[in-house]
């Protein structure tokens, strides 16, 4: 059964964006020399850095279109695997210290035509092994003492998923729910599906579910990998990814070890698969990779100096446009349960509207909204649903909301959408809609608009 687990420790935030190691290399100028960096290559001497090829089959490249920064980088090609042969290929380092936290920071690149569906790995595997045991070991689980493996890899299970797949984490672990290991997707599926005897709500209480997420392929990302090891006997493990600098995915709660001495020790990248179905050929490129003990980030601007001032004579700044009168929480609280009831109306009455919601941090992304409760709300991205409740979501996400549900001839769905334009600090878009309310008919209208205003405490 294993060792028993304490309960889980409060959630630290994780950072984002240029404010990890790399930020304070311009470039990543120098990198190398920071002491929290265990191992970086920027591939621009082959693929010299690595102590073993791994499967082998890694070739480095100077072609300029699939080289990210500088005159090098590591191309995986793989042809085409025969039927039922399974086909590797890619490089490892072993590190002859093992440690508790690693993060990996690379960039990758995608074939035009990248396409595996069902079995297959690609990109970053962070793994320990105690003495002994295998690099390879699949179909045999992770007991708390052997080994754990965190891979980041994409995952093309049907034809209706774009290629090359999903995000995901492919992990073996003491609690893996099949023999050969489990698949964590942003949004908090995990695969294969429960069993009678899976523990109940893996990742805790704290678990953000966000969406799942298809990579563009031919074009250049940055990804980053973090796994915390656990404290044996508590659910602090931790593993996470970024893209881009933006956090996409974080699974807390976790158990990946139960004694202190089985410790990340190895790190590769590689592409392999077992299936029919690949018939073309199926290419990656690497480049610009860090391994560090923190938060790396992505590759920090390099900075140029300031231009000296120039003398000139400045025009007067634009007037601001009047600032919007505060909303108070208790006023508008009435307004968020008439939102809520407009929402699920509009479902039940067929309604499915794309909306502009921060779902995953600062930017806003288009989702599709197909079901509401009350509580939470259900989006549909990328052909996936995920959960949304209806507390993380912002005055902007609310408006938004009111907008996407907005019929113009309809008073109701103006004044919400001038309510939460001007909780929004949107004044002039509130204005309007008051007016388009009243405009909307003339006795409903009229009455509907100062209700609200005086609610909202307004003239």
């Not at 995901?168 to 023999?179: A, D, L, M």
Request: net charge negative; hydrophobic share 40%; glycine share 8%.
């Amino acid at each position: 059964m294993g060792q028993e687990a304490a309960p889980p420790v409060p959630l630290a935030p994780l950072p984002e964006g240029e404010t990890g190691i790399s930020s304070k290399y311009p470039g990543d100028a120098g990198i190398g020399k920071d002491p929290q960096v265990i191992f970086e290559d920027d591939f621009e001497a082959g693929l010299s850095k690595w102590d073993t090829d791994g499967w082998g089959g890694a070739a480095a490249t100077k072609q300029a279109e699939h080289v990210h920064r500088g005159s090098g980088a590591m191309e995986l090609e793989m042809k085409p695997p025969s039927p039922g042969k399974e086909t590797s290929l890619g490089v490892q380092n072993h590190f002859k210290t093992g440690y508790d936290v690693i993060f990996v920071r690379w960039y990758a690149k995608f074939d035009k035509d990248m396409d595996m569906l069902h079995h297959n790995h690609n990109n970053c595997c962070i793994a320990a092994r105690a003495p002994g045991v295998p690099d390879a070991k699949p179909g045999i689980p992770a007991d708390g003492k052997n080994e754990y493996t965190v891979a980041m890899e994409t995952w093309r299970s049907e034809e209706k998923v774009k290629p090359p797949g999903e995000w995901n984490i492919y992990c073996y672990h003491p609690q893996q729910r099949s023999q050969w290991g489990d698949h964590f997707f942003p949004s908090g599926l995990i695969l294969p599906q429960p069993t009678a005897n899976s523990p109940k709500n893996l990742f805790g209480k704290d678990f953000v579910a966000r969406p799942n997420v298809v990579p563009e392929r031919d074009k250049w990302n940055c990804y980053e990998l973090m796994v915390k090891a656990n404290t044996p006997g508590q659910l602090d493990g931790r593993i996470a990814f970024w893209i881009d600098g933006k956090l996409a995915a974080d699974f807390p709660n976790l158990r990946l070890r139960d004694v202190e001495t089985l410790k990340a020790n190895r790190i590769g990248f590689g592409l392999s698969t077992l299936n029919s179905n690949a018939t073309n050929v199926n290419t990656m490129w690497f480049d610009d990779l860090v391994a560090a003990t923190s938060y790396i980030g992505p590759i920090a601007s390099e900075r140029k100096p300031a231009p000296p001032p120039v003398a000139a004579k400045l025009a007067p700044p634009p007037e601001k446009p009047p600032a919007a009168p505060a909303v108070s929480a208790q006023a508008l609280a009435v307004w968020e349960a008439k939102l809520a009831a407009r929402v699920t109306q509009g479902l039940k009455d067929g309604q499915r509207p794309t909306a502009h919601l921060k779902v995953m941090g600062a930017k806003e992304e288009p989702v599709k909204v197909v079901g509401s409760d009350g509580k939470t709300l259900k989006l549909e991205i990328a052909g996936n649903t995920l959960p949304l409740p209806w507390a993380q979501l912002t005055t902007g996400d609310r408006l938004n909301l009111a907008r996407a549900f907005l019929k113009e001839d309809s008073v109701a769905d103006l004044v919400l959408v001038a309510v939460f334009a001007l909780a929004d600090g949107r004044a002039e878009l509130s204005e309007e809609s008051f007016a388009k309310a009243q405009a909307a008919d003339a006795k409903a209208g009229a009455a509907s608009v100062a209700e609200a205003r005086s609610s909202l405490g307004l003239k």
